[in-house]
């Protein structure tokens, strides 16, 4: 059964609000949380916010962590990438040679963007 199943089941034979989030409560089902600022999908919808950068943040973190402890993830992604090195810590030699080329690549942006007197992060 799913979490919504129990939830809609609790819902159904609760008395009212109150008695629901009860139930709810001590089964461990918290209700579903509204998701506002603070929330790494309203960063993906394009909201800028401290809040909403610092949720995105956190959430790269925790997935890069969960790729890496899953060596297979980066066979389901491909070798031979600049991702599969930097986000899937795989070290293999196709994926260091992408690596090294993609950061040679940037370095040779950097310095021709300074030639021309351009400033600005990224790539």
Known sequence: MTTRKAMLTVASHAQDADDCRHLLD???LAPAKKRGHGDYRTYLKGCRC???????RV???????EWRRD???A???G???RTTYSEYGCRCA???????EGTRQQRARRRQRSALGQTGGGQ
């Open 71 to 73: 060596p297979s993830a």
């Open 50 to 56: 401290d809040a909403c950068r610092e949720a995105m």
């Open 75 to 77: 066979d389901r992604v």
């Open 94 to 100: 196709p994926c260091t040679a992408a690596n090294t």
């Open 26 to 28: 001590m089964l461990g």
């Open 59 to 65: 959430y790269k973190v925790e997935r890069r962590a």
């Open 79 to 81: 070798h031979g990438k």
